[in-house]
């Protein structure tokens, strides 16, 4: 079974290294490179792990920050919940059991 890929966003831990300490001071240093986002949208790139990143973001973030892309973005694997087995029920947890619908049957056709 494949596994499932998820990452690590390290930006404000590389922040916090280079006296960042404020979401604020992003702003600017970003600003000079031609990325200009608004107060709302660096705090939460700063304290939420992105879904959605522009390369260009990406490249003015490693330049402003001194570091490489693995430093800032670290891929580890994700937790895989085994799934269940069809018809398998847990402890305790009956499931839809008797409430499963009952399959309609359809009569011989009126010709």
Known sequence: MPSKLDYRWH???LMAKQGMFSTTAL????????????????YRLVTEKPERLSLKVLMALIDVLGCTMDELIEPVAAAVRPRKAAGAELAGDPGVGAFRPKRARVSGADS
Request: charged content about 20%; cysteine-free; aromatic content about 0%.
């Open 27 to 42: 702003q600017p240093l970003l600003a000079e490179r031609g990325i200009n986002l608004s107060t709302s949208q660096v």
């Open 11 to 13: 930006l404000r831990e």
